[in-house]
């Protein structure tokens, strides 16, 4: 079996930002145990800007991108310097990857990010994967560790893919503030809460939240890999999951699976505005399976440009749908409900290819 495993900020650092060697020690005892049992491990680890934080003695985690650039800069070899230290106990060697959502959206790189990480499990390395946050600059305002861990399990064709927390899963409420919130132990394909707005506040040492753990969930089921919200310290949760033991909460794969560039715009690329559709296109787009035309559009929000992701609305401003614009706003905005005999010839007559559309679950 290939895993791919996350472990976020606030559960390897403690209220300080200090890297928690028992933590570290234990994953990798965790993932020797399952290279022993013949599986391959791949780990996304969070942790550089909190180390970053710790080893300069700052008080607080900055804000400023360029600060948070520098910090992951001095976090990065230390976080690896643990790993390498307990995995050398085992006789094994970790691989450092740094990658960027952009890794995923330009077909020659996702190409290459696959095979690289290929040849590392063929050598006997544990990748630990993280954002590569010294050079990243959007992407490092949003912690999209969540997203790049399921990213790159349906990149490695991997089967399971566990996302590990301070939290034991996914609960009906917050259980921080409602003592009656229970968890929930299974979430099936199709169930409405992969598309929930869950609580996105992580803590004040990490960037994620439930939120970002959903999103990533609701990613892997569209990749077909079943997916597992867990908490880090448990004891055992890496190699219990793979076991197929309940050790928090478990989302079932969706038996319709998405191309990695159709996940990309769908779940995994920021939104740079919205359009709204008439009722006509409603029905065209969800069950006709049709391009989006501008005579179907009612209303443009943002200022996105040719390429964009942009979010789709039913008249009702509900999100159905989202993909890449083939024409800027100020364009649509322009010949919203012309029919495509009226369009100028020199512009592209949709608004969204359907090949660059993805209808969300709801």
Known sequence: MRIVAKVGTSSLTNGDGVIQRDVVASLC??????????????????????????????????????????????????????????????????????????????????????????????????????????????EIRF?????????????????LLVLLTDTPGLYTADPRTDPSAALIADVAANDPLLSVAAGAKGTARGSGGMASKLQAARIASWSGVRAVIAQALRPDVLVDAVAGLSVGTSFAPNDRRLSARKLWIGFASHSQGSVTVDAGAYAALVDGGRSLLPAGVIGVEGDFLEGATIEVCNPDGVVFARGMAVLSADTVQQHAGRSTRDLPARIAHEVIHRDDLVLLPH
Request: net charge negative.
């Open 29 to 138: 005892d965790q993932m020797a145990d399952l290279r022993k049992r013949g599986h391959e491990v791949i780990l996304v680890s969070s942790a550089a800007i909190s180390a970053g934080v710790s080893a300069l003695g700052l008080s607080a985690r900055p804000t400023d991108v360029l600060t948070l650039q520098a910090l992951a800069a001095v976090g990065q070899p230390r976080l690896m310097e643990e790993y390498n230290r307990s995995l050398a106990r085992h006789g094994l060697v970790a691989a450092q990857v740094l990658l960027v959502p952009h890794d995923f959206a330009d077909r020659q790189q996702y190409l290459h990010s696959r095979n690289t990480l290929a040849r590392l499990l063929d050598l006997g390395c544990v990748p630990i994967v993280n954002e590569n946050d010294t050079v990243a600059s959007d």
């Open 143 to 159: 912690g999209d560790n969540d997203r790049i861990a399921a990213l790159v399990a349906h990149n490695v064709s991997a089967d």
